[in-house]
């Protein structure tokens, strides 16, 4: 409520699509480290994930691979943080994941100046997709914490302008997680004084210019849960655009909270139910995740709008929870058709397998963006483009999912008459289950199996899931055009 009053009086011009929590809704996101997508030369450079330093990748580069990205049927990218970061090499290395900003206004020059950032815009603008980028206002980053440089940090350039030093030790500690830094000694940051009025005002000045300025449709929250909720709704209102925040909290009472205070947050819910709902065969994980998903769609303000995934920079890669090319599957199905805003990590498509960070930020360049079956590109275009022919409908869009454990491995979920079946079998088990609920005698296709299946005179489908691959059942009669089994 907060936010859809504030965005219409300050949403500025200049933005090209300047998106609205609705316009996101049925969008499908890919999420990009710059430094890591693609080298501007095309080049296969070395890099060692490991070693945590800037690898050379660059807006330029990702803006020459757009193709590999629309071609899996994603229609965002959000992109990593754009400002100046720490380029010492420190214990941790270096700053290339952006997280680690000495100024917010300033770019990043290893990723590129203004123009290759309002260039990137442009051209994903010119295909119709939208552009999220990653802001971090909690913090700045220094080398060592005897003499933080506040004076070079940029809007924010004053040691009253940031909590005095504390370093966060118990995460369960709410204030302490707000008022206190983040790192520790060998790479401090310094936490940004949300509860100053000046530094509120500066904040909102700079997102309006940053999303002004290169057209932004979007933004992702780093350390969301790191500022006082309130803080949130006028920083975003500013921005005029929807926003996604990271809200680290796996529990449904303390992660819907925030949804009253900006559009969307990470469902960090779903992501670790779902990882043991189909990691192995386990009947009591897979009633588990449907009743916290239930449980979330009446919780939350609007569980549609909540932004889904498996793998991120900060989680393993399903590629290291299992090898088995279904439940490979099914982790993508269930991030494309959870019911939220799909957010598929760069690299999840060839199936890479790093797990902690920093081994989960592989340079993509290694994989020679193979398309194809082989991995899970073709798979996840197969997902996306069932679902952007299915959010046509914007009734398809706004209508929450609804979970069922089918049996003890095969979970339903139930969005505006489509059906997925997912298994916790892996691959070279087949599951029989009856999906009920359509008309007497009608007929059925397994859009990404392309299979046809026809209820009986009740309305029942007798369905075998196959190989532990994922089934997505709707009506046959409403797939034409769909651009997949030859319809
Ligand atoms: C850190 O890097 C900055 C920018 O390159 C440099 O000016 C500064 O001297 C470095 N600090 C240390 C302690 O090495
Ligand atoms: C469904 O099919 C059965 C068998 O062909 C038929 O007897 C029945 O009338 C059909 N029901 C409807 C509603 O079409």
């Not at 990043?108 to 309002?118: A, Q, R, T």
């Not at 990271?246 to 992501?271: I, K, R, T």
């Not at 996306?384 to 409908?393: A, C, E, Q, S, W």
């Amino acid at each position: 409520m907060l936010l859809k009053t504030l965005v219409p009086t300050l949403s500025l011009a200049g933005a090209a699509f300047a998106a609205s929590a609705d316009d996101w809704r049925s969008r499908s996101i890919y999420q990009v480290i710059v430094d890591r997508f693609a080298l501007e030369d095309g080049s296969n450079g070395a890099c060692n994930p490991n070693d945590a330093v800037f690898c050379g990748g660059s807006w330029n580069g990702l803006k020459n691979k757009l193709d590999y990205i629309q071609g899996m049927g994603f229609s965002a990218i959000w992109i990593s943080p754009v400002g100046r970061a720490l380029d010492n090499t420190t214990a941790y290395g270096q700053g290339y994941h952006g997280y680690w900003p000495t100024s917010y206004t300033d770019l990043n020059s290893h990723f590129g100046n203004e123009d290759d950032l309002k260039s990137l815009s442009q051209a994903v603008h010119d295909r119709g997709m939208y552009l999220m980028v990653d802001v971090v206002v909690n913090h700045f980053a220094s080398w060592g914490d005897s003499n933080v440089p506040f004076s070079s940090f940029s809007p924010l350039n004053a040691e009253n302008m940031f909590h005095s030093k504390c370093y966060i030790t118990d995460w369960s500690n709410q204030e302490m997680a707000e008022q206190c830094w983040m790192g520790d000694s060998n790479v401090p940051l310094p936490d940004v004084n949300t509860e100053n009025d000046q530094v509120v005002g500066l904040l909102k000045d700079y997102v309006s210019n940053l999303v002004t300025k290169y057209s932004i449709d979007g933004l992702r929250l780093d350390a969301a849960k790191s500022i006082r909720k309130d803080f949130w709704p006028d920083f975003c209102g500013a921005a005029g655009v929807y926003c996604t925040g990271e809200a680290w909290f796996n529990g449904v009472e303390q992660l819907c909270p925030y949804q009253d205070y900006m559009d969307s947050v990470h469902n960090y819910v779903m992501q670790p139910y779902a990882v043991n709902a189909f990691k192995s065969a386990s009947s009591d994980a897979i009633s588990s995740l449907a009743n916290v998903m239930n449980s979330l769609a009446s919780s939350c303000k609007d569980a549609t709008l909540l932004t889904s995934f498996m793998e991120n920079h900060d989680n393993a890669r399903m590629g290291a929870v299992t090898s088995d090319m279904a439940r490979l599957k099914t982790f993508a199905a269930i991030t494309v058709f959870s019911g939220g805003v799909p957010t598929v990590y760069y690299g999840q498509e060839q199936a890479f397998k790093g797990a902690s960070d920093p081994n989960n930020r592989e340079p993509l360049w290694t994989s020679g963006y193979a398309t194809g079956s082989d991995k899970l590109y073709d798979y996840f275009n197969t997902l996306n483009t069932l679902r952007n022919f299915l959010v046509k409908d914007s009734s398809f869009a706004s209508a929450q999912a609804q979970y069922t454990a089918l049996s003890g491995s095969v979970l339903q979920i139930e969005k505006s008459g489509l059906r997925v079946l997912l298994a916790n079998t892996g691959s070279g088990q087949d599951s029989s289950v009856t999906v009920g609920g359509w008309s007497a005698n009608e007929s059925l296709v397994d859009a990404l199996g392309c299979t046809h299946v026809t209820a009986d005179g009740s309305g029942n489908a007798h369905v075998t899931v196959k190989g532990g691959l994922p089934v997505a059942l709707y009506p046959e009669s409403k797939l034409s055009g769909l651009g997949l089994c030859s319809m």
